[in-house]
């Protein structure tokens, strides 16, 4: 095998008139590396059929590792081979062709194939449109927003911090907020608020502003009602109200004015 040296030279002196010389020798597959700066070596050749990679671990920073199984095309139109090897663990599968809408695939070896069949004849053809109406239309995301904001649907926004009375924010109609901390909503002069409310717009682009400014356009959905006590659809003008059972949380008529002590 013939065998070549390359004369390495290095300027070791400031005033660039001394050198340093080393010959290396190189066979045929040989690569010109080094162990350390200013310090070149050789890496012999590899096995034929491995590759070159980086490895901090080797001497040179090189090594020749095996190449990982795997498939190779063998056609310009593909490979004419049933079996693929996707990695370098020693199993493959396999691929066949059951009819014209199916296919089987297996591990090889295997006893039967898995059949992976097309049941809608428009399977093959999927296509992306602006306002989709065939069965076989794809809808982008522009289109499915577009369907949710045209119809008001209900859009969680997250949550809003009353405890500074901060202004309505900005939204659209159907924006949803849910109130983190109680406190007031629309400004100093809005509404009372308590964790767990909802502030749910009703109108498109609502912009920022206090109760008085865009308050009409949000909807206020009391959540947090324990406690709280609720009475008949009606009354008697000036009659006392009393309770109503035991639960502490219902009222009624009195059936009595003030003075005239005839309230049940």
């Not at 920022?208 to 009606?234: K, M, R």
Request: charged share 15%.
């Amino acid at each position: 095998m013939a065998q070549y040296d390359i004369l390495l030279t290095q300027n070791v002196h400031a005033t660039l008139v001394e050198y340093s010389e080393k010959f290396v020798n190189l066979s045929k597959g040989d690569v010109l590396s080094a162990i350390a700066n200013q310090t070149p070596t050789v890496l012999a050749a590899g096995t034929d059929g491995y590759m070159l990679v980086r490895d901090d671990a080797e001497l040179t920073g090189l090594k020749w590792v095996v190449i990982a199984a795997g498939h190779t095309q063998n056609t310009d139109t593909g490979t004419t081979s049933l079996t693929f090897e996707l990695d370098n663990d020693g199993f493959q599968i396999e691929l066949t062709a059951e009819s014209a809408s199916k296919f089987g695939v297996k591990v090889n070896g295997g006893a039967t194939y898995a059949d992976i069949e097309a049941k809608d004849a428009t399977f093959a053809k999927a296509t992306v449109v602006t306002a989709p109406s065939a069965g076989s239309d794809l809808a982008n995301k522009t289109y499915v927003d577009g369907i949710l904001g045209d119809n008001n649907a209900l859009v969680y926004k997250g949550v809003i911090d009353c405890s500074t009375n901060p202004d309505y924010p900005a939204a659209d109609a159907g924006d949803l907020y849910v109130v983190s901390v109680a406190g007031k909503i629309g400004g100093a002069s809005g509404v009372n608020v308590e964790v767990g409310d909802w502030l749910l717009c009703n109108t498109d682009s609502t912009a920022t502003g206090d109760h008085a400014t865009v308050g009409a356009n949000w909807d206020i959905v009391q959540t947090n009602i324990d406690g709280a006590v609720t009475g008949p659809a009606s009354s008697t003008d000036g009659y006392f109200a009393i309770w109503d059972g035991t639960t502490g949380t219902l009222i009624k008529d009195g059936a009595g004015a003030p003075g005239t002590m005839a309230y049940e």
